[in-house]
């Protein structure tokens, strides 16, 4: 059986303003098995972020290869997830027209996709709010509307991009649970980016340490904690403490790395 | 706080207790910025009253007293004895309405197809940039050059009918438009392109969803400006040769050193204006629904 995402031995570039050449990724080798939540952390700018790019197909890469279940990705794959840093619902359509969009575009009647976006609005705590425009709802409301919109279209993997580093604590903790809750009664295989180690391990099975850039990646921990989770309470727990410790130990080098580079391009 | 506001709540609570017990006190609040925001509104109202009655009055009074010569300047009493005589015994080109009626034909036919062109084209640059790289300097070119010379050419190859006014017009609010909506289009968040493209949004829908209605926003801030020019694009079209309109009535004064004339054609241009103003803030509203109400102080 294909992994759900494999990448191997990719290397991404980018021109940069002034000219030259700046290398994100290098030689990275990532594998995810189906249905497995999988969580990327590293320090700021290490091309995480770039890293879901690839797999969603939304950059090609520039060297090595991204696979899908077995095939190569070439622009925008489908069956594919993808929930933003930022705020990327639509500010002039209501909740329910969000929640629509997906199956809109694949084909699906008017009606059809907003029966199916009830549902899903219903889901994710939102019932009551379908005819909100997004700027009438709170931060942690319009991230449950962006899980509904990506979730609608039933994805085999979700790509998750800090989607939660925006929120205050309890609120976060709060929308962790849920997202564990709605991806237990899915398949899909999970890539969460966060800079946040507490929440790699609290939600995922597996985490990959990701090296300051060129990003590629230093290691990976298998999270053997017991499922379901609650993700408020788990970090109490002697093992969590445990992984947390030895995994920090690889990180913390990396953070110092960035930072020093970044102090001293600063001070450039 | 000062003894009379305190008194002033004293005698408040004293004129009915029962009430002011049970009344929660966040009432007694919005119900005092209430008084102070109706205060404000008649304040702002008297005001303007006044600068009215002293810009008209110390027309009126110069004209009069001769400081001032009322043949170039003519005086209120005059412009509105002359907007009162076209409205009860017609002007020189017909009865007043028709004039009226004319102009905002123009106007608005020249509007809409000034903006219907430079939204669809500008949306076109904006999201093809081979397409805007070709073509931005000729568009920069032609917007340099001062367009309402234009008219002179509207009204030989048209004729003198509505068709020229219109022409001249569009051409003015096009290029308002089309920046507008050509900027707008390449400000699109990409955030939002990308999610709705993972969602599976083809260029159409990418187009038609996503760019124009962010562009929006821009757009509609150029039309506020652009139904000005309208309004110049058609006066200056009837100035070029026309048979009817408030241009052409305007024209006809001047031609008779009819100031009062001119000024009282100005003025019916300016009632025009504020009543457009006020349809096209309706329209404003009603597509950009989906944005916060910003309510600000100083609009005009």
């Known amino acids: ?268 | 706080m000062s003894v009379r506001s305190a008194a002033a709540r004293l005698s408040d609570t004293v004129a009915s207790p029962a009430e002011a017990a049970t009344r929660p006190r966040i009432s007694d609040l919005a119900a005092r910025r209430m008084r102070d925001a109706r205060r404000r509104r008649i304040t702002v109202q008297a005001l303007r009253l006044l600068a009215a009655v002293v810009w008209l009055g110390s027309w009126e009074l110069t004209t009069r007293l001769g400081w001032v010569d009322k043949f170039f300047f003519s005086q209120p009493s005059e412009i509105v004895q002359k907007i009162w005589y076209w409205i009860t015994q017609g002007t020189e080109l017909g009865p007043l309405w028709d004039q009226v009626l004319t102009t905002m034909e123009e106007t608005a036919g020249g509007f809409v197809v000034g903006a219907l062109l430079g939204i669809v084209i500008g949306v076109a640059l904006g999201r093809n940039h081979l397409l805007s790289d070709v073509l931005g300097p000729y568009v920069k070119a032609a917007n340099a050059i001062p367009r309402v010379v234009l008219g002179a050419l509207f009204a030989i190859s048209l004729g003198l009918d509505i068709k020229s006014k219109i022409a001249t017009a569009a051409i003015l609010v096009f290029f308002v438009v089309f920046f507008n909506a050509f900027q707008g289009a390449r400000e699109v968040d990409r955030n939002l392109i990308a999610n709705a493209r993972i969602l599976g949004a083809d260029n159409r829908r990418l187009t038609t969803e996503i760019v124009v209605p962010s562009a929006l926003s821009w757009i509609i801030a150029s039309l506020h400006t652009s139904f000005g020019l309208a309004l110049v694009g058609a006066v200056v079209g009837e100035l070029f040769g026309a048979t009817a309109g408030v241009g052409e009535l305007i024209y006809s004064a001047e031609q008779n050193f009819d100031a009062a004339g001119v000024f009282a054609g100005m003025f019916l241009l300016a009632a025009i204006a504020l009543v457009a103003e006020a349809l096209i803030t309706a329209l404003e509203n009603r597509l950009i629904r989906w944005r916060p109400q910003v309510i600000t102080e100083t609009r005009i």
């Not at chain 1, 060297?63 to 279940?69: D, S």
């Not at chain 1, 840093?85 to 969000?98: I, R, S």
């Not at chain 1, 991009?161 to 809750?181: C, I, K, W």
Request: net charge negative.
């Open chain 1, 1 to 268: 059986m294909p992994q759900a995402i494999e990448l191997r031995g990719v290397t991404k570039q980018f021109l940069t303003p002034a000219g030259g050449v700046y290398t994100a990724l290098r030689d990275l080798d990532m594998a995810v098995q189906p249905g497995e939540f999988c969580a990327v952390v590293g320090p700021t700018g290490c091309g995480k972020s770039t890293t879901l790019a690839l797999i969603s197909g939304l950059e090609p890469a520039t060297e090595g290869e991204v696979e899908l279940f077995g095939k190569p990705v070439a622009g925008i794959a489908s069956g594919i997830g993808y929930v933003f840093q930022a705020d990327a619902v639509f500010p002039w359509k209501t909740v329910l027209e969000n929640v629509a969009a997906g199956p809109r575009y694949h084909g699906a009647s008017n009606q059809d996709a907003r029966l199916q976006a009830r549902d899903w609005i219903a889901r994710v705590g939102l019932a009551g709010f379908e005819d909100r425009y997004p700027y009438q709802l709170s931060g942690g409301m319009r991230k449950r509307v962006a899980l509904a919109q990506s979730l609608i279209n039933g994805p085999r993997v979700l790509l998750m991009d800090e989607p939660f580093s925006a929120l205050d604590v309890q609120t976060r903790s709060l929308m962790e649970n849920e997202l564990l809750g709605l991806w237990s009664s899915t398949s899909a295989s999970v890539v969460f980016v966060t800079h946040d180690l507490e929440e790699a391990i609290s939600l995922s099975d597996r985490v990959f340490v990701i090296t300051a850039a060129p990003g590629t990646i230093k290691s990976n921990y298998v999270v053997d904690l017991p499922r379901p989770r609650n993700v408020a309470e788990i970090r109490f727990q002697p093992r969590f403490v445990e992984i947390y410790e030895e995994i920090w130990k690889d990180l913390r080098d990396e953070v110092l790395v960035s930072y020093e580079r970044q102090k001293r391009s600063g001070a450039a």
